[in-house]
T-cell receptor, first 113, second 117 residues
Framework: GENVEQHPSTLSVQEGDSAVIKCTYSDSASNYFPWYKQELGKRPQLIIDIRSNVGEKKDQRIAVTLNKTAKHFSLHITETQPEDSAVYFCAAINTGTASKLTFGTGTRLQVTL | GAGVSQTPSNKVTEKGKYVELRCDPISGHTALYWYRQSLGQGPEFLIYFQGTGAADDSGLPNDRFFAVRPEGSVSTLKIQRTERGDSAVYLC???????????????FGQGTRLTVV
């Protein structure tokens, strides 16, 4: 089955700086990669996703890049703000053969003033 | 409702007791997923329903865990003879169609925090 690794486990940045979170996956057939943000005590919420037919996707201050050859994908947050502080999870799925997302272990992002 | 609803939000039970956790998916969503999230970990898959049937229950840890979705909407996760190791947040998610269609996204509920004492 799919295995997703995520780094770093914790990340502290100053407000206004950029943050990068990286994930690797094991199943080369995986083709859908969502990122979820989970604030303390709240539900995971989808913030951005990417499919294997593109290499990069942007949505305002958030971008995701995908390298299929290396089997890794990354979340980039620019101009970080205190409200970006949360735990971020990457996930992967091969939509052709599976219906369940496999999640990484999460990155706790702390944006300091 | 507008989102996935889970009840109760918190459940404390004694070791050995039976518990039921409920999930109300977004109306019209045919796919429903149960995940378990331990402290500091990512969600871990338990079971997936497409309609009324369990299409994939490979994540259920043992036969003390069981889930149903009799009418293709509300689902109940049932845990028998609870153990302290079952303590976790149990998350439910739904999607309009199976993620296998390639375009549906999964929406999560806020979870039920289960504590076995």
């Amino acid at each position: 089955g799919e295995n997703v690794e995520q780094h770093p486990s914790t990340l502290s940045v100053q407000e206004g700086d950029s943050a990068v979170i990286k994930c690797t996956y094991s199943d080369s057939a995986s083709n859908y990669f969502p990122w979820y943000k989970q604030e303390l005590g709240k539900r995971p919420q989808l913030i951005i996703d990417i499919r294997s037919n593109v290499g990069e996707k942007k949505d305002q201050r958030i971008a995701v890049t995908l390298n299929k050859t290396a089997k890794h994908f990354s979340l980039h947050i620019t101009e970080t703000q205190p409200e970006d502080s949360a735990v971020y999870f990457c996930a992967a799925i091969n939509t052709g053969t599976a219906s369940k997302l496999t999640f990484g272990t999460g990155t706790r992002l702390q944006v300091t003033l | 409702g507008a989102g996935v609803s889970q009840t109760p939000s918190n459940k404390v039970t004694e070791k050995g007791k039976y518990v039921e956790l409920r999930c109300d998916p977004i109306s019209g969503h045919t796919a429903l997923y149960w995940y378990r999230q331990s402290l500091g970990q990512g969600p871990e898959f338990l079971i997936y329903f497409q309609g009324t049937g369990a299409a994939d229950d490979s994540g259920l840890p043992n036969d003390r865990f069981f889930a149903v979705r009799p009418e293709g909407s509300v689902s109940t996760l049932k845990i028998q003879r609870t153990e302290r190791g079952d303590s976790a947040v149990y998350l439910c998610a739904s999607s309009r169609d199976s993620l296998g269609t390639g375009w549906s996204e999964a929406f999560f509920g806020q979870g039920t925090r289960l504590t076995v004492v």
